[in-house]
């Protein structure tokens, strides 16, 4: 036996006529003893009944129209739009100078690649790597004076650090046992020497060779400098100052320092 | 609805045949069986004779600009009718909504939220109004069915072609409009649901 709920959708169908005749008999069995169903079908079959006002309106439309006349109407409306030169759409306009217009946009095309292909290459040329590795570029002069710079401002501190121990070793009355000065001075020595090793490559340069002689004597005299031991005699201790005096150390110092600061790079 | 003489596919072939190559007889021949159906068709999405009349002169242009395209074996009636029932539809979106909606400024559901109408005093007239306003409230393919149904009387097998869908969908979109012009119309028609 068939539910209402089964039988639902196949209403509207029923009342159109549309349903094969197995299931119009389970309709139409179903209905004589469900008058919930029967009552809905009722009220379709009203709303159907409606569409009847159209369809007699429609009716006196169709009447009204003059059919025999209007294939020959149609036809001339027809056979005239056809006639007309139809409205060429962009792409229709454009049809006929397709095949010049595709040998145009083909050099067109092939120039602008080409050209471009030319231009990477000539400023791929022209640009040094290290711009594109590394996003900095410095010539090699701009780097030389840098160095050069570095190596003058570096050299006038190693003269001055070197300027002030060598004045107080002159100055000094004793740097004897107990007195802890030898040891001190001895010190700063070996600081000056390590800085004057790594000064070295700097005075290289041909701008540095008058820095690089009073840089070396001053080398020699730390050299003894740092080998000084607590129990240094009085002697020996006249001997430096003896040396620093004798070379004009000092005086060298103050002239090779002048000209270093004014030569700025 | 009968519509004026018919003819067989196979004669139907030939003259489409005959048209692509631009012979008027044929094509009027071709116009003079079909027109009517034509016309039913624009008529019952359209209610304007003049309308519906444009439409059919359309429908046959749109024919014979695309006669090339026609397939030998398909079935011209559902194909011409397709073509009809493109452009009614898109007549009616461009001049019928609004029009329809600026004519009836009241809508369905406020005449419904209205004092309970008396069916007995309702005149044939304003049953009518009230009925077309329903339609027009269908959803395209609601309205498309059950006019196609009920107005030109086609089968559901005939709607199918005509509308490229299958029947299940038809019977489905038809059911659908009938529950809804139910519901609509309800206070109009002595229906109590």
């Excluded at chain 1, 000056?192 to 700097?202: D, I, T």
């Excluded at chain 2, 309970?116 to 044939?124: G, L």
Aim: hydrophobic share 40%; proline share 2%; aromatic share 8%.
């Amino acid at each position: 036996m068939k539910t209402c709920q089964d039988l639902q959708k196949d209403r509207a169908a029923f009342l159109a006529g549309e349903l094969g005749l197995e299931r119009r008999e389970l309709m139409e069995s179903h209905l004589k003893g469900c008058a919930r169903c029967r009552k809905e079908v009722e009220e379709m079959r009203k709303v159907i009944d409606a569409a009847g006002l159209l369809r007699g309106e429609m009716e006196k439309a169709v009447a009204s129209v003059d059919w025999e006349a209007l294939p020959a109407k149609v036809a001339d409306y027809v056979f005239e739009k056809a006639a007309r030169p139809r409205r060429l759409t962009l792409a229709e306009r454009l049809r006929p100078l397709r095949p010049v217009m595709v040998s145009v946009y083909a050099g067109i095309v092939l120039g602008i690649i080409l050209g471009s292909l030319a231009t990477f290459l000539v400023l791929k040329r022209q640009a040094p790597s290290a711009v594109s590795d590394n996003k900095f570029f410095a010539s090699p002069e701009f780097i030389d004076r840098v160095e050069l710079e570095m190596a003058r401002r570096q050299t006038l501190d190693y003269l001055q650090k070197s300027q002030y121990l060598l004045l107080d070793i002159a100055q000094a009355s004793s740097l004897g046992k107990g007195t802890g000065m030898a040891e001190l001075a001895s010190g700063r020595a070996k600081d000056l020497l390590a800085k004057k090793k790594y000064l070295n490559p700097h005075l290289v340069n041909t701008r540095m060779a008058k820095a690089k002689a009073i840089c070396d004597q001053i080398e020699l005299l730390f050299l003894e400098l740092s080998q000084i031991s607590d129990d240094l005699t009085e002697a020996e201790i006249k001997r430096i100052q003896g040396m620093i005096e004798d070379r004009r150390l000092l005086l060298k110092i103050n002239l090779v320092e002048k000209e270093l600061e004014e030569s700025e790079v | 609805m009968e519509s004026g003489r018919s003819i067989e596919q196979g004669d139907v072939h030939a003259l489409v045949k005959e048209v692509q190559k631009g012979n008027r007889e044929a094509f009027m021949t071709i116009v003079a069986t079909y027109q009517q159906r034509v016309f039913v068709m624009a008529y019952s999405m359209l209610r304007n004779k003049e309308d519906a009349l444009d439409v059919v002169q359309e429908t046959f242009l749109r024919f014979f600009q695309k006669a090339k395209q026609f397939k030998e074996g398909c079935n011209f009636q559902s194909w011409l009718l397709q073509i009809a029932k493109n452009l009614s539809v898109d007549y009616y979106r461009k001049n019928y909504r609004k029009r329809r909606e600026f004519e009836s400024p009241i809508s369905l559901d406020e005449i419904q939220a209205a004092a309970e109408p008396d069916p007995a005093s309702s005149s044939a007239g304003e049953m009518r109004d009230v009925f077309l306003r329903g339609i027009d409230k269908l959803a395209t393919r609601q309205r498309t069915v059950f006019v196609l149904r009920h107005v030109d009387e086609l089968q559901f097998h005939e709607i199918s072609e005509t509308l490229n869908i299958s029947v299940g969908t038809v019977k489905s979109l038809h059911f659908k409009a009938v529950q809804n012009l139910r519901k609509w119309l309800s206070p109009y028609m002595g229906i109590t649901s």
